[in-house]
């Protein structure tokens, strides 16, 4: 097997793990409800098989409802944001983001910050909005995913520079 899908293996389960056991269980204020479990699919290689980030996307948000005892927000939103990382990544980078050899755990750039923060906001929108489902509680849904955005930020870009690897 290729070093990089036993790396993505890894942090697949690392990352779902520390959302099921450290992040669900937080609840501040009765907004924010941190979901860094996402940086699976932020960090995913660029030029990796796009299917394969579909499914794992999918089963990701699957296994996250499944532990929230949700009836599938969070599998939509991930596979959406999987749909969307090619755009995002057009936005951020240019059109050649392809051809560069663009790694996100790198210095963190505006480029890499508007990158995150497109992704975090979107899953988190359609999450939130999908959650509430009613028009009524469209300002509940925004306002929440303003917070939980800005929260989930602070802890993408932290564990992003926690496991950044070191220079050689």
């Given at each position: 097997?290729n070093?990089?899908?036993?790396?993505?293996?890894?942090?697949?389960?690392?990352?779902?793990?520390?959302?099921?056991?450290?992040?669900?269980?937080?609840?501040?204020?009765?907004?924010?409800?941190?979901?860094?479990?996402?940086?699976?699919?932020?960090?995913?290689?660029?030029?990796?098989n796009?299917?394969?980030?579909?499914?794992?996307?999918?089963?990701?948000?699957?296994?996250?409802?499944m532990?929230?005892?949700?009836?599938g927000?969070?599998?939509?939103?991930?596979?959406t944001?999987?749909?969307?990382?090619?755009?995002?990544?057009?936005?951020?980078?240019g059109?050649?983001?392809?051809?560069?050899?663009?790694?996100?755990?790198?210095?963190?750039?505006p480029?890499?910050?508007?990158?995150?923060?497109?992704?975090?906001?979107?899953?988190?929108?359609?999450?939130?909005?999908?959650?509430?489902?009613?028009?009524?509680?469209?300002?509940?849904?925004?306002?929440?995913?303003?917070?939980?955005?800005?929260f989930t930020?602070?802890?993408c870009?932290?564990?992003?520079?926690?496991?950044?690897?070191?220079?050689?």
């Amino acid at each position: 097997m290729n070093t990089t899908v036993i790396i993505n293996i890894l942090r697949f389960i690392a990352l779902l793990a520390v959302q099921v056991v450290v992040f669900n269980r937080l609840d501040l204020f009765g907004y924010i409800n941190p979901y860094p479990y996402i940086l699976f699919i932020i960090l995913f290689p660029v030029n990796g098989n796009k299917a394969v980030l579909l499914l794992s996307a999918f089963f990701l948000g699957l296994l996250q409802d499944m532990f929230c005892n949700t009836g599938g927000p969070h599998a939509v939103a991930c596979v959406t944001l999987a749909f969307l990382r090619p755009t995002f990544f057009r936005f951020a980078f240019g059109v050649s983001y392809e051809y560069q050899t663009i790694k996100i755990n790198d210095r963190m750039s505006p480029e890499r910050l508007i990158f995150i923060l497109l992704s975090v906001v979107t899953h988190h929108l359609i999450l939130y909005l999908l959650e509430v489902f009613r028009f009524s509680l469209i300002l509940d849904a925004l306002v929440r995913t303003l917070f939980t955005t800005i929260f989930t930020l602070i802890i993408c870009i932290i564990t992003i520079y926690l496991i950044k690897p070191a220079k050689q």
